[in-house]
Structure formats: C-alpha cells, structure tokens
C-alpha cells in the first residue's frame, strides 16, 4: 500500500511542495552540521573534510559557514534549475532528500565525537590537551 503510495503520479503543486520540504531539511541539517562541526572542533575535533578542513585552517569558523553556504546553494541551484528533461521533480526530491538524511547523520555523528571528546577524563596538567576526534 505505501509503496504504491511512494510512486503514484503527484500533482505539480504536491511535487513542488514535496522538493520544499526535502530542501528545507537539507538547509536545516546543513546549519546544524555547521554548528556542531563549530563546538566539536572548539573542543579539539579534527575536521574530516580535507577542503573543509583547509577552509577552516585559514578562515575559521566564519570562513567554515561561508564555505557550507557556497557548497549548500549549489547544490539547490543544481536541484532546481536543471531542466526537468534531464532531472524530473520527484527525482530532485529524492536526491534532496538524501542530501538531508547524509546531512542529519553528520549532525549525529558530529554530536557523538563531541560527547567523547568531553567525556574523557583528561590529566591534570598545565596545557592539557583534548583527546582528537575526527569529523565526518
């Protein structure tokens, strides 16, 4: 029943709002894996994304969300402006909608690192260093 449900012809309208919401949740997650990249580096995380590591290096923080924003825009402006002969809308929405699960899962997987870095008992010396954790 559902899978007939997840392939039955929709309107343009219900496709549109559909693309919308897969969207909205790729930026959403997208800004939360921003933040908690942000806090888990603070805390002595290692960036996993080379060029976002680079990115980070020589602008910081800053340079980091202008980096995601460049790299999120993109990939909208790819879902949305491409002619619909090549990319149809309900593809688009799958493919947003990946983006937006890939992205939730960095966010988990940012928290996590995070969580052991803090939770790790460190020595009491005068420059104590935080445990590494890499990032996704």
Do not use: C
């Amino acid at each position: 029943m559902v899978g007939r449900r997840l392939f039955a012809p929709v309107s343009a309208r219900e496709g549109r709002a559909a693309l919308t919401v897969a969207l909205a949740a790729y930026v959403l997650f997208s800004l939360f894996d921003w933040i908690t990249t942000a806090i888990a580096l603070a805390a002595g995380a290692s960036e996993g994304n080379p060029i976002a590591a680079s990115v980070f290096a020589m602008f910081g923080n800053w340079g980091l969300l202008a980096f995601k924003v460049v790299v999120v825009a993109a990939i909208i402006a790819v879902l949305t402006l491409i002619p619909r002969r090549i990319m149809s809308p309900r593809i688009a929405t799958w493919v947003a909608a990946i983006f937006a699960v890939v992205a939730a899962v960095t966010v988990i997987h940012n928290a996590q690192a995070y969580a052991s870095i803090v939770s790790q008992p460190h020595p009491p010396t005068y420059h104590s260093t935080a445990p590494q954790a890499r990032l996704i």
